[in-house]
Each structure stands twice: as C-alpha cells, then as structure tokens.
C-alpha cells in the first residue's frame, strides 16, 4: 500500500464551511477511485488545515486512479466550488513500516 497525506491550507475560517462542501459534493465521487482513511482538521502547525489520507495499491495505481478522477465530469463541475476556499495545497507519498498496523 501507498498513502498519500493531502494538506488543504484554507482561508482562515473557512474549513467548516470547506470540510462541509467537500462530504457533500466531493466525497462520493474521490471516493469512487481512492480509499479515505481518515480526515482531519490541524489543531497546530499551519492553521486552518484541513488532512485527508487516502489510501491506493501503490503510486502506479495512484496515478491511473487519480487519471480516472482528473477525466469524470462530475468531479470537473465539483472542482471550482473547491478553488475559493483554497490558499495551499499539498501532496505527501507514505509508504508502511514493517510494524505499521496500516499496510
């Protein structure tokens, strides 16, 4: 397995209203092509942050799925809606340890 760590940095404020956007008319359709394994809301660090983890086979099958999401059109119309609210975004590649329970 892969994880890949998403880091939204939104405006300040916002990620009520972005975290709200996002389970109502995105989710359904990320998660069609990845596994969530969690989502949370940053209490240090950079503020107003919203982590998403997603799960995939490996980075190979990362990059179709992510492909497959990039050409659905539902996605494409949910996209924009996204784009205010955003400041930063970041991807992040996770591989397990041996001892990890998640692997």
């Known amino acids: 397995m892969i994880y890949e760590m ?27 092509y990845a596994k969530l394994v969690g989502c ?25 799925q992510r492909g497959k999401l990039g050409q659905d059109a539902e996605w494409g119309a949910f996209v924009p809606s996204m784009l205010p609210y955003l400041v930063h975004q970041e991807s992040v590649f996770l591989t397990p ?4 329970p998640l692997k």
């Open 6 to 32: 998403r880091t939204y940095q939104v405006q300040p404020g916002k990620a009520v209203e972005f975290l709200k956007l996002y389970q109502e008319q995105g989710l359904h359709i990320i998660s069609r």
């Open 40 to 64: 949370w809301t940053k209490e240090s660090g950079v503020l107003n942050s919203v982590v998403f983890v997603w799960a995939y086979d490996d980075l190979g099958h990362r990059g179709i």
């Open 97 to 100: 340890t041996a001892f990890s």
